[in-house]
């Protein structure tokens, strides 16, 4: 005789622990699955599609890693900069950025095995990012959609925390056990 499904319309109780696969009497259990990967799970108890992702082109390198960090500018409008070895990229809409007729490009002080050690934080049009394998921090800010720089920061002893409903943070200049707050967050503190 064939075992009869359950169907199951409330994950509000996420993945179970192997732990606890076996406590069939816990109300909660009821309300699980054993994996629940590329869904998002909605607080009404049902679960979606993860948006995907499409494909807009070739990497730089078709050989080595790549590390892509999303982008919102001021002006509301999305971009993914694209890191490989010694080199970033700049993709809109689904296209390479342009500057004087060819793909944007700008140099980088990191190797391709850098890449997965490179932590990062966007304040306005701008991106720190911090090399913990290299011990710097740099950042890349964009002037206009065609221009952006690239630089090394060097700064003193300071805070930033980040804000939990934006993509933004606030900067704090730290000297002798006192934070004070940077009034533009573009300014470094030294």
């Known amino acids: 005789m064939a075992q009869a499904r359950k169907v199951v319309t409330d994950f509000t109780g996420g993945e179970v622990s192997d732990r606890l696969m076996a406590r069939i009497d816990s109300p909660l259990y009821a309300k699980t699955c054993r994996t629940l990967e ?5 607080a009404s108890g049902g679960a979606d599609l993860r948006p995907g992702t499409y494909y807009c082109g070739a990497a730089k390198t078709n ?9 919102v500018a001021t002006s509301g409008q999305g971009y ?12 809109k809409d689904g296209a390479l ?18 890449l997965s050690s490179l932590d990062w934080v966007q304040c306005e049009n701008d991106v720190f990012v911090a ?9 890349f800010r ?39 707050k940077v009034a533009n967050p ?5």
Not at 66 to 71: D, S
Not at 131 to 139: D, E, F, W
């Open 186 to 190: 573009g300014d470094l503190p030294v």
């Open 38 to 42: 590329n869904f998002i799970v909605h």
């Open 80 to 91: 993914v900069l694209e890191l490989s070895d010694y080199l970033m990229r700049v993709w």
């Open 131 to 139: 090399c913990y394998a290299l011990g710097q921090i740099s950042v």
């Open 142 to 180: 964009m002037i206009s959609e065609d221009v952006w720089t690239f630089s090394d920061v060097t700064a003193g002893p300071a805070l930033a925390v980040g804000h939990a409903t934006t993509p933004y943070v606030t900067i704090y200049n730290y000297d002798s056990d006192t934070f004070s």
């Open 63 to 71: 050989t080595g890693k790549v590390r892509l960090i999303p982008f």
């Open 97 to 114: 950025v342009q500057s004087g007729g060819a793909d944007l490009e700008v140099v980088t002080p990191w190797a391709e095995d850098n």
